[in-house]
């Protein structure tokens, strides 16, 4: 089984699920043999929340998920007073939440704990819903569509150099960047996105997905995760800065093509060797129509040029050039070199990039294409339309496909005074394949649609004024 760590940076505006939530931490309470103290009680409750919310939001994404739920005093207390976990939990009460569904048999541990003696790979205990719990949820009529990030969950994150989320103080550039990613959120909360994909197409996709990827999003279609953060790396804020969270980020590059935004087709559009033209850029050089062309020696190949990007991009992030291991699934029958000698010849072809490989100079670039994402999309939410973003690249309404094109290739020429090539990628969403059956309507499936379109559905309904 897959499995992901809790998220307790969930809530919902729904008031059937809310109204439903609040009777379940009533009846929990009820349950209890002894009176909370204090403050205890909306803790507890908020405890309650959490857990169910994200339980729910694992299992519509895949029924198969499991969620690590950490219940060791020192682990729940990291997380009620990390700037990236929840203050309005505390370390008792969750504790106690956690045993109080057990007991009512609404969640159930799947994978018990396991203490490593070498204290490298240990596990926290996981768990899943109940069928019991989510029968309850579908009887009020809740949908992933009514989940959505805790408006007070931190969206500016920073790493150190073992990738590990560190804290940090009142900070002038973070929350600047905090108030300008509220804006781009709310962009992205006003639109639905979704895969058209039916059910059974997404049950197959997970199951070419199980186990490839460890990445917290990467295991399942979580379209609840809607809304982006930012990642600073190596304790700076000048390395890193790019956007994640949101699922269409994580899924396979094969299936943006089946992106939906509003039920409607989509177009991507990404710019041409983002990071070498960056470069080229910044020496004061004309940017080559393909950046990556000059190294490619089967004109076309397009095995060979994702090579070649993918080794340009290695040295970049690198320390060192001669230290670089080889990437993965590097063929030297491509190439007609071994990775050493292609190593050499990637540095040799770029003099204009030379004295940056084997630098880590690839983070500060991340830091520099963030903040063109960061423009573009800023530009979108302030003209009401919704921009997805995939790192340098971007998916929208296939009709603004000329407005992104041409907002791109303005913010990167504000950003360093000269134009770079943007290449798109059109949607199959809306494409029906022909059939020479008779037509028959579905007067069911019309009323109460499945899949992608009921989601859509439901998003709208959620939407209406109350």
Known sequence: MTARPFDPQWTTDNPVLTAYLHTLCADLTAARAKPFKFDAQPRFEASIKAIVLDLFRAHESDPTLEVGIGTGRTAVQE??????????????????????????????????????????????????????????????????????????????????????????????????????????NKMLESHWADLALTDEQLAQELKRLDGTRDHEAAQSFDFAARTVYRVFNNDEWEQGGRFYGAWWISIPSHLRRHILIDGKKTVEVDHSGIHPAMLFAIARKDIPTDPYARCVTNKGNEDERKLVKQTFNALLNADSVKGISKIKNYDETLTGRNWEAFKRFIVKSYPECADRFGTGYGLRLQRMD?????????????????????HDSFIVHHEMRDVLEDTMTAVFKDMFGVENRVDFKAGIGEQVEPSEDPIEPDIARLLKPEGYEGRLQAFWTSREPL
């Open 79 to 184: 997380v009620c007073k990390s700037r990236y976990g929840a203050s309005f939990l505390s370390a008792r009460t969750f504790v106690d939440a956690v045993k109080a569904l057990e007991a009512a048999g609404l969640i159930v541990m799947s994978t018990p704990h396991w203490d490593d003696p070498a204290k490298k790979n240990s596990r926290v205990a996981r768990y899943m819903p109940t069928a019991s719990l989510m029968a309850r949820i579908e009887r009020v009529g809740a949908s992933v569509v009514d989940l959505r990030r805790h408006p007070n969950a931190e969206g500016i994150r920073l790493k150190d150099s073992k990738k590990r989320l560190i804290e940090y103080g009142d900070d002038a550039f973070a929350n600047a960047a905090r108030d300008r990613l509220r804006i781009i």
């Open 370 to 390: 963030s903040d063109l994402a960061e423009a573009v999309m800023l530009k979108f939410a302030d003209m009401g339309y919704a921009c997805l973003p995939v």
